[in-house]
């Protein structure tokens, strides 16, 4: 009988937040049978994205430009530690204003057998005034979704 993963590819949807970040461990762990590969995406919005027409024009990109190597060097920096524990790591960068339908779009490029993210933190009312990124990703999502709660 041959011993494959049950996942062969783990994404981890985040946000450049410490909160995102703490489903890496269980990610990690699910990685770690071999075989797998574990795929951080990391979906950010650089401040004033949707004037970028406007900026271009105005010659002002360096904000964006800066923006997105920052989120570049984030990666960079969670994928070597990860690698470094003999994982099969790598990642991808998405610009975009809506986190919720970029994770699933990648995910159903993917063919992502999983997505292990952090649970919504937000008081009940946040998640009803602007929606709740979880929910969101779970209603749209075919693959499995791992959910992390608590610290």
Do not use: W
């Not at 993963?5 to 937040?17: E, H, N, R, T, Y």
């Not at 190597?69 to 990666?75: D, G, L, R």
């Not at 969670?78 to 995910?107: G, H, M």
């Amino acid at each position: 009988m041959e011993n494959s993963a049950p996942f062969q590819k783990i994404v981890v949807p985040l946000d450049g937040s410490r909160e995102a970040e703490r489903a890496l461990p269980h990610a990690e762990q699910i990685a770690r049978g071999g075989g797998s590969e574990l795929i951080l995406l990391h979906v950010y919005k650089p401040a004033g994205m949707e004037y970028t027409a406007d900026a271009a024009l105005a010659q002002q990109m360096t904000h964006i430009e800066q923006a997105r190597h920052n989120a570049e060097q984030y990666v960079k920096g969670l994928r070597s530690r990860i690698a470094s524990r003999n994982i099969n790591v790598r990642t991808q960068l998405v610009e975009s204003n809506d986190f919720p339908q970029s994770v699933c779009q990648f995910v159903e490029s993917e063919g992502a057998d999983v997505v292990v993210m952090r649970a919504s933190h937000h008081s009940h009312l946040v998640n009803v005034l602007l929606g709740d990124a979880t929910q969101r990703v779970s209603g749209c999502v075919q693959a499995c979704l791992l959910l992390v709660r608590g610290d």
